[in-house]
């Protein structure tokens, strides 16, 4: 019930949204710079939302220009970083990209729902766009954030690029309706590698306009040139919807590119890629040029007993995965609440770590990488998303636990001495956050503003050993960003 009623008033907020915009209070805006990031433009109807913004160096108010609005899950200032991503693509098919400031998966949906609706009313307010061609971009859980109020107020965004995440609820679309044109990316070693290949099969049962790109990386930011090459995707997408003129010109470089991909996959013997791109080249391009040659590739491809037998044994190797991490949360579960001898060893074995430790070290480069997205996966989940529960909780013994155990998961990760020195402060253990927090100092992990701000260090400020520690860290070169 609580679900629907979210999905309600997201509901009602988009079709607000795609409502003319209201008066905004301040009518005169100073002309924004074209060909470079403005970093921080504040709503003027709303002070509390802030956004990036970039126009191409052709930007001119006398035609509307496409736009596409960027939402980011890290909820840390980067997105002069971020929207650096779209720099390319923006000039090459003139768009507008702005990205929101604030945006952020650790707050509720209605939070970036209302950012979204700001961040709408202002661009229509002072950019001339065209609302034939709105898009949204999403990173990881704000994929799902994005479909979401796509979905809610229908035409009102003709697209998405979903980055490392896919539709809400990790779920594929059951029917058409709840889906829309969608240009997906993930690394192969990407937790959610599992979902977006779903999500890919999926949506080509259901008819629905999409693509899939696999990069060779984790969960992170996807590489500049699979950013441009989703913008380029949906222009042709609005091509052959009628919503832009049909321009050779635009359509020949991406076709060039995309068959050149399919062949170089091929004559490298990357079967099961080959025959992705040459069934994207045949789908994508339909209408807009003649897609006999790779629809007859694809077929061809798809027959061939090499291919047969590299499906299977992805088939395979996918569902042992899937069932690892069907069972992860019965292990997490059993971990309880009291401190236990050798737990952290016990939940180790029940997540089957030692074992998927040794696969990532096989020879063989997919049972590497299978390996890697499951032990990432138990890692976000001990490391981010189960101790953060705990913490609201005051469960602290399980805290430390879960944060133990994505500390032997993955010993090189900067941040989890430091939430265990937030999770032992907790607790009220003193020496055991400083050793911790010592840890993350000595790993970069942190930094002066956030030791002096964060409030689970609170206690720990009186002592001497936090002014030493704070010194410490002052001196130490500014960490990269997370």
């Not at 923006?90 to 768009?95: K, Q, V």
């Not at 061609?133 to 009102?156: E, Q």
């Not at 005051?394 to 805290?399: H, I, N, P, S, Y």
């Amino acid at each position: 019930m609580e679900r629907v009623k979210r999905r309600r008033a997201a509901a009602a907020l988009l079709l607000a949204v795609a409502a003319p915009p209201p008066p905004v209070p301040s009518p005169s805006v100073a002309p924004m710079p074209r060909g470079e990031v403005v970093p921080r433009v504040v709503c003027a109807a709303d002070p509390t939302t802030s956004y990036a913004v970039y126009l191409p160096k052709a930007y001119t108010p006398e035609r509307k220009w496409p736009v596409v609005y960027v939402f980011d899950s890290r909820g840390i200032p980067m997105d002069r970083e971020m929207i650096e991503l779209f720099r390319a693509g923006a000039e090459r098919y003139g768009w507008v990209v702005a990205s929101a400031n604030e945006s952020t998966t650790l707050g509720a949906m209605d939070a970036n729902i209302q950012r979204m609706r700001s961040m709408w009313v202002d661009t229509h307010a002072h950019l001339a766009l065209d609302d034939r061609r709105v898009y949204g971009y999403g990173f990881s859980g704000l994929s799902r954030t994005v479909v979401t109020l796509a979905l809610a107020a229908p035409g009102t965004f003709h697209g998405v690029i979903g980055a490392q995440g896919g539709f809400p609820g990790a779920r594929p679309p059951a029917a058409k309706e709840q889906a829309l044109p969608f240009f997906g990316t993930v690394g192969d070693r990407d937790f959610n590698y599992y979902e977006m290949l779903e999500l890919d099969t999926r949506l080509e049962e259901l008819g629905v306009p999409h693509r899939i790109e696999v990069f060779d990386g984790s969960h992170e930011w996807p590489p500049e040139e699979l950013v441009t090459l989703g913008m380029g995707w949906l222009e042709l997408l609005a091509m052959r919807d009628g919503r832009r003129a049909p321009d050779a010109a635009l359509v020949e470089p991406l076709w060039s590119a995309d068959l050149a991909k399919a062949r170089e996959h091929a004559a490298a013997g990357r079967l099961w890629a080959a025959w992705r791109a040459y069934k994207a080249l045949a789908a994508d391009y339909r209408g807009l040029r003649d897609t006999a040659d790779p629809e007859r590739k694809a077929a061809e491809l798809g027959r061939s007993e090499a291919l047969q037998r590299d499906l299977r044994e992805r088939v395979r190797r996918d569902q042992r995965d899937r069932e690892a991490l069907v069972r992860a949360p019965a292990a997490f579960e059993a971990a309880g609440l009291e401190p236990r001898p050798g737990g952290v060893q016990k939940l180790l074995a029940d997540l089957d770590v030692p074992q998927l430790q040794t696969r990532k070290a096989a020879s063989d480069a997919e049972e590497r990488k299978s390996a890697e997205r499951v032990l990432y996966a138990h890692y976000m989940q001990a490391g981010i998303y189960l101790p953060r529960a705990a913490i609201a909780a005051g469960q602290w013994d399980r805290a430390i636990l879960f944060l133990q155990t994505a500390a032997a998961i993955n010993p090189e990760s900067p941040r989890i001495p430091y939430r265990l020195a937030t999770a032992w402060a907790g607790k009220g253990n003193r020496d055991q956050a400083f050793a911790a927090l010592a840890k993350a100092i000595a790993m970069n992990g942190t930094t002066p503003a956030e030791l002096e701000s964060d409030p689970a260090l609170a206690t720990l400020r009186q002592d001497e050993r936090f002014g030493a520690l704070l010194a410490e860290l002052r001196r130490m070169p500014p960490a990269e960003p997370r």
